[in-house]
């Protein structure tokens, strides 16, 4: 059981280009998320969906997108990238079954510069 | 609006001294609480869970929390630490009802020292 995979860990990209982290889940888990992590500044959510087809902006969505076509996967898009997106992205997921606990992938840490 | 405060960025502890990490919250109805630490170059794990019942949690590696309703704070403690507790913690919060997202801290550093 693999859990919530990111790809890539680890991605520098030059200002402008973009790009799109892959998050997955082999737990058939409904709710997904896509948090930033900026040190001192905790977590900061980007976008979640509560199940295929439906997707909701976070607190801080201005330069992404997300897509949620199967349950299993939801992507993260970077158009444009800038210096301000240079952070460590986490995708979690939860199940209506976990009792509220969310599982993490291992992060993608990305650079802009 | 949901959100919560850890106000220390830092604790440091001997080994073996009893730990305390504070949070505070702040949500217009009942309150979930979680505790998760992060683990250098690792994603976040789940530590434990306040939803309802009694307001003394027991979580994962011997930690545990109090929910204080009046104070709006929900602690995390551990009577004895060890170094390899040395982590990065965080609080979050969510309400108890609908399918609101959890919002998280900033996080404490906790280093315990040999």
């Known amino acids: 059981n693999a859990g919530v995979t990111q790809t890539p860990k680890f991605r520098i990209l030059k200002i402008g280009q973009s790009m799109t982290l892959q998050c997955t889940q082999d737990m058939n888990h409904n709710y997904m998320y896509w948090y930033r992590q900026d040190p001192g500044m905790g977590l900061k959510l980007i976008y979640y969906s509560v199940g295929a087809g439906i997707t909701d902006k976070g607190e801080v969505p201005n330069g992404y997108n997300v897509s949620r076509s199967t349950t299993e996967d939801f992507p993260l898009r970077l158009e444009l990238a800038a210096p301000s997106q240079t952070s460590v992205y986490f995708c979690a997921s939860r199940g209506t079954r976990t009792n509220e606990k969310l599982f993490f992938g291992s992060g993608t840490q990305l650079s802009v510069l | 609006a949901q959100s919560v405060a850890q106000p220390e960025d830092q604790v440091n502890v001997a080994e073996g001294n009893p730990l305390t990490v504070k949070c505070t919250y702040s949500?217009?109805?009942?309150?979930?609480l979680f505790w998760y630490v992060q683990y250098p170059n690792r994603g976040l794990q789940f530590l434990l869970k306040y939803i309802t019942g009694d307001n003394l949690v027991k979580g994962s590696y011997g930690f545990e929390a109090e929910f204080n309703k009046s104070q709006t704070s929900f602690h995390l403690k551990k009577p004895s630490a060890l170094v390899s507790d040395s982590a990065l913690y965080f609080c979050a919060v969510r309400l108890y009802s609908g399918n609101t997202p959890l919002v998280f801290g900033k996080g404490t550093r906790l280093s315990v020292i040999a």
């Open positions: 949500v217009s109805g009942n309150p979930y």
